[in-house]
């Protein structure tokens, strides 16, 4: 998608969702002062980001945005007040996010990933998340932060997502993503479970997983174990 596409679906919804919204605030509420920057253009340029493969966000707003898209975006703020801009967009942003889901194909795909806020080395000083992140590990290291739980279909469509703290069993929160899915789920290890099978089942969708080092091997479809690597 271009950015200009982008920017146009981004700019309808902003419409939309705007329109909707004043309709639930109370009237005469205290409105400050018109931002130079509008909704739609901060959202653009959040998603752009990751469109655009940059590691480094300020980097890309310095160098590319304010250099290369600078016609494009011609009331552009210091990359200080746009990091400020962007608490402002979290809600519309969470709302649009739930448009983009693409649809149950009876095929998905379930993991998580982890969100550290700090270093290791930090977790003591750190105060920004302090009553919200905790300790995780993962296959690889501890971490300090979140966890992003994320569910596609064969397409890469998102189905579900899910934020919760570090130290979250990956299972925990799959009743809850997966209330309209149906099919098979493929999962890693950390997601074997006797209980989540079943109760898993009963809504008739089987998550299927590798299984460990100690446990019995079993016959697998040759579909289903293509299907286990392709995750």
Not at 148 to 158: A, R
Not at 218 to 226: A, F, G, N, V
């Amino acid at each position: 998608m271009s950015l200009l596409e982008l920017f146009c679906e981004v700019d309808d919804f902003c419409c939309e969702f705007s329109g909707w919204l004043s309709s639930k605030q109370l009237e005469g509420a205290k409105r400050g002062p018109k931002q130079r920057l509008s909704n739609s253009e901060i959202m653009t340029i959040v998603i752009h980001f990751h469109q655009e493969g940059y590691r480094d966000f300020k980097r890309y707003y310095q160098n590319h945005i304010k250099q290369d898209l600078a016609t494009e975006f011609p009331n552009l703020v210091s990359y200080n007040r746009f990091v400020e801009l962007m608490s402002t967009v979290l809600l519309p942003l969470c709302a649009y996010l739930q448009t983009r889901f693409g649809e149950c194909t009876g095929i998905a795909f379930v993991d998580s990933t982890p969100l550290a806020v700090c270093h290791n080395r930090r977790i003591r000083r750190h105060k920004v998340f302090r009553h919200l992140a905790a300790r995780g590990k993962t296959t690889m290291d501890w971490f300090y932060g979140f966890k992003l739980h994320l569910i596609v279909n064969d397409k890469g469509e998102l189905l579900a997502v899910h934020l919760t703290a570090g130290n979250v069993d990956d299972r925990k929160p799959l009743n809850f993503m997966t209330q309209d899915l149906f099919g098979k789920l493929f999962g890693d290890r950390g997601y074997i479970s006797q209980a989540l099978f079943e109760s898993l089942f009963q809504r008739s969708l089987e998550i299927i997983t590798t299984i460990r080092s100690n446990m019995k091997n079993s016959l697998m479809k040759l579909e289903d174990k293509l299907l286990l690597r392709k995750r």
